[in-house]
Structures are given as C-alpha cells and as structure tokens.
C-alpha cells in the first residue's frame, strides 16, 4: 500500500461527529479549537439542507462549537453549486427550507413552477401533499429531477423523521424518474468542498460516523477515511461493507493530536 502524504486539510460531517441529537462530543470543541490554531484549511459538512451556514454557525455556537459560518458546507450549497456549473441562470421548483432557496438564490436561479428546468428536493419538516403533486407533474412534464442528499431518515429527539431520500423515492415511484443526488455519498459534495478550501483530497481527511455516507464519499474522493464510533456506524456493522475506513476511533477526541 503506497504511505499517504501527511494531512493538510480536515473535512469532518456534523451529526453524530460533533454533536448528537443536539449535544456535542466530547472532544469536539478541543478538535475545533486546535484546527483553527493550526490555520489547516477544514470544513464543517452536512448533509442537511434546512439551514444556511450562518444558521448552522449560531446553533454549533450555543453548544460552544465555534465554527466559522465559512468553514460550513451544506448539500444545499454542493446543489446550488451543481446546478450553477450545469445551468447556469436557471429555473428550479424547490420543496424544502432557507438552506436551499437561499442557496439557489445567491446564484442567481429563479425559483419557479412555470416551466422550470429543474424540481430540486431538499429537506423540510413540513412536506405537503400539495407540493408533491405540483413536483410530480412538473417532472413528468420534462422538468430534470434533483436531491440535495440520499438520506431516508433524520435524527430528532423523538426518534427517526422521513427524510429527503424517502420522498424522493416517493416522487420516483409515482414518476419512474430517479433523481440525481448531490450530497453524501456523492464525492462531487467532497469534492466541491475540497474546492472551496484550496484543498487536495491526497492531503486532506474525512471523518464521519457513517460508512455508506462519510467513509464512502471520502473514499471515492480519494482521501485518508477516519470512522468515528459515536453515530449511527457500530463496530459490528464495519464488516458488512465491501470497503473499510482507514482508521476506526472511539470519538473525535482521538483525533486532536494528529491535527
């Protein structure tokens, strides 16, 4: 196996590895602080297209995370940026919160249910019937379709909420058109971000605490992996998978000193 170079730059997710159910890790505000001393390029990743990274920077504050709203990238801005390169001044139909319409906007999209170009799916608490159903014939009626991530359930203090992957497999059902997804574990998302921060991915690590999201995307992305044991991904459910991390650890805690 050919040695890696060392790590310059971090990319790590958010839920599960910083924080849980709205409490952070142990650990995560030491891996924080010691990142933003060093001045390595890092970024915050989520595959939650809810917020605006300015949002996202005052919730991670109040739980003494202090992330740079810079240092934030959203599957709602890996989609804005897709869709920009791919059309750019576009139109688009979106179901979901500020996180993608702000996204779409700053880049100059129009937001539309005449004729757009795309129906982009994002994340939102509030699915309508209504708004499914203008989703589902716009796509019939030639728009392309779009997801800001291929996650089926979210976390919330409750238990598991239907996420964007399963409405967008509703949206499929009814039409026979599969979106394209854009977030985790697409590797464009890393890659994009790896951009954003003047990076390159055989310098730069992913930590996550998911195998088919996290560790797959950095993998495909072609960066060093670090599986954290504090999410949804248990030890027992490593082997499962056709391909591993390159390193597993109790929690983020363990990851300071190699910053």
Do not use: C
């Not at 595959?47 to 109040?62: F, K, M, Q, V």
């Not at 509703?170 to 599969?178: F, H, W, Y």
């Amino acid at each position: 196996m050919a040695e890696r170079k060392p790590i310059e730059s971090w990319l790590t997710d958010m839920d599960g590895v910083l924080m849980h159910e709205g409490i952070p890790v142990p650990g995560a505000d030491a891996f924080i602080k010691r990142l933003r001393e060093s001045g390595k390029p890092f970024l915050v990743l989520t595959n939650n297209s809810i917020y605006t990274p300015r949002d996202l920077h005052a919730r991670l504050n109040r739980i003494g995370l202090d992330v740079p709203w810079e240092s934030i990238w959203t599957s709602a801005l890996a989609t804005a940026q897709f869709l920009d390169e791919q059309r750019p001044s576009g139109t688009a139909y979106v179901i979901g919160e500020a996180g993608l319409t702000t996204a779409l906007h700053d880049i100059g999209y129009v937001l539309t249910d005449h004729e757009p170009d795309y129906v982009v799916l994002g994340e939102t608490r509030t699915y309508s019937f209504e708004a499914l159903t203008k989703a589902i014939r716009l796509i019939n009626n030639g728009a392309r379709f779009i997801a800001t991530n291929p996650d089926e359930t979210g976390p919330s203090a409750d238990g598991a909420l239907p996420a964007t992957g399963s409405v967008a497999a509703l949206i499929t059902k009814a039409t026979g058109v599969e979106p394209y997804f854009v977030g985790k574990p697409n590797p464009l998302m890393m890659r994009h971000g790896l951009n954003v921060i003047g990076a390159h991915s055989e310098t730069s690590a992913m930590i996550g605490d998911r195998m088919d999201t996290d560790v797959l995307a950095g993998l495909e992305a072609g960066m060093e992996t670090f599986l954290v044991l504090t999410g949804l991904t248990g030890k027992g459910d490593i082997e499962r998978h056709p391909f591993r991390p390159s390193r597993v650890v109790d929690s983020i805690a363990d990851l300071v000193e190699l910053v």
